[in-house]
């Protein structure tokens, strides 16, 4: 019933005791379509529970020294990101961490890279690229709104993407491995 009311076709549960896995059970459909269960096996996109991964990540880097919360995120990219509304505002860490740097996610665009086989056709930085600097094959104005960076709160996943992406950058390592790592 409240699977129905969520409007969710599967879901996973887990019970963990003193650090093992005491049972683990799916429920419905992992493809209704298909008619596939959902089963402990089944792969789940777990969303923006990452961006808690990435925040404390992109902190750890901050406390390492090898960034700043406040210092335009530039200095850490080989792309150049400005909203077009506002060239000369830098966007900082700080903004994407609290969803205020002004980026939007353009949704026919952002709703394309979701992925459930584990698979990236695109890496990161070549979706940011196309995504964020002129010229780009996913750039548009739209991607950005009409507000100053860092005076608007606005919920960005690809902001969020982006800090990920600044994090890796500043450590040379990937954001799973810089996480695992720390």
Do not use: C
């Amino acid at each position: 019933r409240e699977m129905d009311e969520a409007g969710m076709i599967g879901v996973g549960a887990a019970l963990i005791v003193d650090g093992k896995v005491a049972w683990m059970k799916g429920y419905g459909h992992a493809d209704r379509e298909r008619g596939l269960p959902f089963t402990p096996r089944t792969v789940m996109n777990i969303g923006s529970i990452s961006k808690t991964f990435t925040g404390v990540a992109m902190l750890q880097a901050v406390e390492d020294g090898r960034l700043d919360l406040d210092a335009g995120i530039d200095r850490y990219l080989p792309l150049k990101v400005a909203n077009p509304h506002w060239p000369a505002a830098a966007i900082t860490l700080r903004q994407l961490a609290t969803h205020t740097s002004s980026i939007a996610d353009r949704w026919p665009v952002y709703s394309a890279t979701y992925h459930y086989d584990g698979e990236t056709p695109e890496p990161l930085g070549a979706f940011l690229a196309g995504y964020l600097v002129p010229g780009g094959k996913d750039y548009a104005p739209e991607n950005f709104l009409a507000g100053k960076p860092g005076t608007h709160r606005e919920y960005s996943n690809i902001g969020a993407g982006l800090a990920g992406y600044v994090v890796e950058q500043a450590t040379g390592q990937t954001l799973g491995a810089y996480a695992k790592r720390r």
